[in-house]
Nanobody, 130 residues
């Protein structure tokens, strides 16, 4: 079954860290561009990071660069792989539901990433207390 399952969301204090996980299954992750979007209440969904494994490229939104790191578990088979988002120095503006996503045309536009998404996970909640 082709799916993305996120985990790792939690309540954290400002300045704290979290690691989100996205378990991808049913397809060869290394053949697709995979990343993370987030959505705060009342706001549009925005891309924050992606891996373009075929090209050895990682992209980050301007407002998370130097604080967030996206990486994948390279030890397992590419058709059953976990993609992680390490988030450090979290700020209240980082709060929201984080979605794992597979798609194409990931590009920086202003402070965020945009993409054409074909597959979404159900999301995991990140809350940052001030």
């Amino acid at each position: 079954q082709v799916q993305l399952v996120e985990s790792g969301g939690d309540l954290v204090q400002t300045g704290g860290s979290l690691r989100l996980s996205c378990q991808a299954s049913g397809f060869d992750v290394d053949m697709y561009d995979i990343g993370w979007f987030r959505q705060a209440p009342g706001k549009a969904r925005e891309g924050v990071a992606c891996i373009r494994a075929r090209y050895g490229v990682k992209l980050y939104a301007e407002n998370v660069k130097d604080r967030f790191t996206i990486f994948s578990d390279s030890s397992g088979p590419s058709y059953n792989k976990t993609v992680f988002l390490q988030m450090n120095d979290l700020k209240p503006d980082d709060a929201g539901v984080y979605y794992c996503a597979v798609g194409a045309a990931w590009v920086p536009r202003g402070k965020i990433l945009t993409a054409s998404i074909d597959l979404w996970g159900k999301g995991t909640q990140v809350t940052v207390a001030s």
